[in-house]
């Protein structure tokens, strides 16, 4: 049975439950971001500081007013159609950003890092975050492996246009 099979509708339910989730970005989007796109400039400012604003300066996961926190894109991949959506923007604290990229995280020697946020604000065991973070990693390997088209939510394209910068010309 292929990997992804096993792994995905436990996967799915899980999810759902879950306050902070990895989300690892398939290799052919890597680089694909407005943060990049834009440059840091102040059309990203403009963003970024909206959406630290509204999460009143804490981090959107867990709460923490740390020090540093990253306007963090949220994707959502959706497998049937291989379409990628801008689907909202939100704060993140380091130990929140490590967890939700793992692969990253992990790759940059943050592993236990990113797993023990993950128990924590999860309120879950180990057993069960290296469960996820293995099915996250077989997930990210079978996206990986697909061409991926790519789009904004709309209402987050009026609000700025300068969004646009992630779709095809
Ligand atoms: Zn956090």
Redesign the pocket.
Known sequence: MPLRKQIRPESKRRYADLK?APALVPKPLWGLSAYRLLSRGASWRQIRGDTLQAAGHR??????P?GRLTCHERWDYRDATGLAVLIGLDA??????AATHMGRAAAHGNRQIALT?LCR?NRIGRAEALEIFEGEMALWKARSHRRWRVAVDGELLRRYPQLRVLLPA
């Open positions: 902070l981090c959107s996961i867990c709460g923490q740390a993140r604290c380091d130990l929140c950003d946020q604000v």
